[in-house]
């Protein structure tokens, strides 16, 4: 019985990291972070979320339009009461894993003083996108997106414009 | 008499039930048959099983919304910094 649990639990975990395109290593960061956000959606997951996605809120439709084309979901999210919550090091292990040619950073800023740091990196395959990952990075959060499957970049620019903040240019292909 | 009023008599004369007999049909009237005890649990499990899905669909539902919104938040960021250097 024990080895078919293993065995079980091994494929399920094989199959997460399979759907995830990179490691985020960053579950050492939960204990020293105030808040937290983790989440893991499949495609499966994401199909039975959309069945409760109200077609009728604005808001809830133009997700459910989005994540038609997403095959997965993987956000961590860290807040910290104070600065050097996490080290430089957890970010740069992350960012590691996004070698070229797959992966290709479309758009990095800095702002606040260079406190704030978002880069924004894509997943090619045979000239398709298939990933979206995001780094950002302040003096007291951390947050790591891998939006993953064949993403539209207009609609997910458009995510911008989602949940009352104002639409604003489309970030440019490069 | 003759027989046949005899017979008739004998037939349909008052006869006292056997001892318990009334006890015994209001025990019947009172049990509930046992398909209806199965039916009943197989409705409270459905319930509770399409409950539990609400649920779990309620929640897997505000997980999608919280990371659209955080991803949104970033991209949003990211798009008001380009469009001040566009500026």
Not at chain 1, 80 to 106: C, T
Not at chain 1, 125 to 134: D, L
């Amino acid at each position: 019985m024990r080895p078919m649990l293993t065995l079980a639990l091994g494929a399920a975990l094989a199959a997460s990291l399979w759907a995830q395109q990179f490691k985020f290593n960053l579950d050492h960061l939960s204990s020293k972070a105030s808040d937290s956000f983790d989440v893991s959606l499949n495609t499966s997951m994401l199909k039975f979320a959309a069945k409760f996605l109200d077609g009728k809120d604005p808001d809830e439709a133009k997700v459910k339009k989005l994540i038609v084309g997403i095959e997965g979901i993987y956000i961590k999210s860290f807040e910290f009461k104070q600065d050097g919550g996490y080290a430089p090091a957890d970010l740069a292990r992350v960012r590691n894993q996004l070698k070229p040619p797959e992966w290709s950073r479309i758009v990095g800023i800095k702002s606040g003083g260079e406190s704030e740091n978002i880069e924004v990196w894509v997943r090619n395959e045979k000239g398709r996108v298939t990933g979206v990952a995001i780094l950002a990075s302040e003096p007291r959060e951390l947050t790591v997106c891998n939006l993953v499957g064949n993403i539209d970049l207009e609609s997910l620019s458009d995510l911008g414009g989602h949940f009352g903040l104002p639409d604003i240019p489309k970030v440019k292909k490069k | 008499m003759d027989w046949l009023e005899q017979e008739l008599a004998k037939t349909l004369s008052r006869k006292e039930p056997a001892a318990g007999f009334d006890g015994r049909v209001r025990a019947r009237m009172h049990r509930r048959p046992r398909w209806l005890a199965i039916a009943a649990t197989i409705l409270v499990m459905m319930g509770a099983g399409e409950a539990w899905r609400q649920h779990e669909g309620q929640l897997a539902k505000e997980q999608v919304m919280t990371a659209m919104r955080i991803a949104g938040s970033k991209l949003n960021r990211v798009q008001m910094q380009l469009k001040g250097t566009e500026q």
